[in-house]
């Protein structure tokens, strides 16, 4: 089945900078590839997605990359603010009937003001 | 507009014992899924149902079951909890069957087993 690792586990970076996740998945069937954002004691939001048959995608200063060929893919947010602080999680799925999104485990971001 | 809707919010419970953590949801999707967060593990599939009437397992199934009798309900049921189901479960909820589209999560329940 398919495999997703995320990494790193932990980022650390000051206010303003860019923060950058990366992700690598197994099956090469996979063709979507979400990103959510989950707040304290909160449940995991969507905040940009992107489909196999584009390599990037931009949503003001968040954007994802995607290289089939390698299998990976990256979440990429610039300017960053001390609200962007929270748990990010990349995942894939196949979009046939009856599948399922799997998730990696997880990268903490903290950003310092 | 609610959304997904989790209870209990939080619950302590002896090993051993049984346990139904609640869902439902108020957007008509068509697919419905629970997830298990564990530290350093990301978010693990347990089980998932594509239409009413249908489920099936993910990615850790056992010791839970599920059950679809209608859209809106997808119970999740713990037979004889044990420490290691000690997590924070998260059903979800998505329109497209197949997982092509975006999941709406609950809050989440939090499950300590002693």
């Known amino acids: 089945g398919e495999n997703v690792e995320q990494h790193p586990s932990t980022l650390s970076v000051q206010e303003g900078d860019s923060a950058v996740i990366k992700c690598t998945y197994s099956d090469s069937a996979s063709n979507y590839f979400p990103w959510y954002k989950q707040e304290l004691g909160k449940g995991p939001q969507l905040i940009i997605d992107?489909?196999?048959?584009?390599g990037e995608k931009k949503d003001q200063r968040i954007a994802v990359t995607l290289n089939k060929t390698a299998k990976h893919f990256s979440l990429h947010i610039t300017e960053t603010q001390p609200e962007d602080s929270a748990v990010y999680f990349c995942?894939?799925?196949?979009?046939?009937?009856?599948?399922?999104?799997?998730f990696g485990a997880g990268t903490r971001l903290f950003v310092k003001a | 507009i609610a959304g997904i809707t989790q209870a209990p919010t939080s619950q302590i419970l002896a090993a051993g014992r049984r346990m139904t953590l609640r869902c439902t949801q108020d957007?008509?999707?068509?697919?419905m899924y629970w997830y298990r967060q564990d530290l350093g593990l990301g978010l693990r599939l347990i089980h998932y149902s594509n239409t009413a009437g249908t489920t099936g397992k993910g990615e850790v199934p056992d010791g839970y079951s599920v059950s679809r009798a209608n859209t809106d309900d997808f119970p999740l049921t713990l037979a004889s909890a044990v420490p290691s189901q000690t997590s924070v479960y998260f059903c979800?909820?998505?329109?497209?069957?197949?997982?092509?589209?975006?999941?709406?999560f609950g809050e989440g329940s939090r499950l300590t087993v002693l």
């Open positions: 995942a894939a799925s196949i979009g046939t009937g009856g599948f399922k999104t799997i």
């Open positions: 957007m008509r999707h068509n697919a």
């Open positions: 979800a909820s998505s329109p497209l069957a197949g997982g092509t589209g975006e999941l709406f």
């Open positions: 992107i489909r196999s048959n584009v």
